[in-house]
């Protein structure tokens, strides 16, 4: 009953490769984020998606490109990979409310991305 | 754009001890989030704090949010190696932010036995 789940959990590969990573919730939350921790542990977004519109693109290299098939789903493709790319890549979800309406971000268990 | 500071980076330990762990913003924190990630492992939630002067407590853990709502810690009680981890605060930009935290550098924290 994983809330947050994404795929692979670890993910070797060579530079000018193609990889997608893959990232699913079942908690009913609308909106869907990607987060990227590098070698020094620091999280920084990426991209989010609400109801399937991409509302955050956080200057992030037109390589990688983030599809949502539908709320629960968010995957994330990066072509021509290069060595600087290697990190952590975490999926998040939670229900958007504006304000002081917040909910907490509910994340998955990482992708350990190496590029050799 | 928010930053956040965190101290002390790294924290060592002995089972038993109450440890505090800051983080400090440049601006005021519209919503602040504190979560536990264990090696090879996504972030766990752990509290979140909203208003000035809120104090959350889980088990052993408490979070504070000072009265300006720029500054938060997170106490552990009596800490038992299962505390061990990295520790992490967020906070939202304000408004119609969408998730868009913006993380601390994390505190390492290691329990001996």
């Known amino acids: 009953d994983t809330a947050v789940s994404q795929t692979p959990k670890y993910l070797v590969t060579q530079m000018g490769n193609d990889k997608s990573i893959k990232c699913e919730q079942n908690?009913?939350?609308?909106?869907m984020y990607w987060y990227k921790q590098d070698s020094k542990k620091f999280l920084k977004i990426m991209f989010s998606y609400n109801n399937k519109e991409l509302i955050i693109n956080e200057t992030v290299p037109n390589r990688f490109s983030p599809k949502s098939p539908d709320k629960a789903h968010l995957n994330l493709h990066i072509n021509s990979l290069e060595l600087g790319d290697s990190a952590v890549y975490f999926c998040a979800s939670s229900f958007h409310r504006s304000g002081l309406n917040n909910s907490p971000l509910h994340f998955g268990n990482g992708t350990r991305l190496t590029v050799t | 754009s928010q930053e956040l500071e965190q101290s002390p980076q790294s924290l060592i330990v002995q089972e038993g001890k109450n440890l505090t762990i800051n983080c400090t913003s440049s601006k005021t924190l519209y919503g602040l989030y504190w979560y536990k990630q264990k090696y090879g492992e996504g972030l766990i939630f752990l509290m979140m704090l909203q208003k000035g002067g809120e104090e959350k407590s889980h088990e052993k853990i408490t979070a504070k949010l000072d009265e300006k709502k720029q500054q938060s810690s997170l106490h552990i009680t009596a800490s038992q190696p299962s505390h061990a981890g990295i520790y992490l605060c967020?906070?939202?930009?304000?408004?119609?932010?969408?998730?868009?935290?913006?993380f601390g550098q994390g505190t390492i924290l290691t329990v001996h036995p």
């Open positions: 908690l009913g939350h609308d909106t």
């Open positions: 967020g906070a939202h930009a304000g408004g119609t932010s969408y998730g868009k935290l913006t």
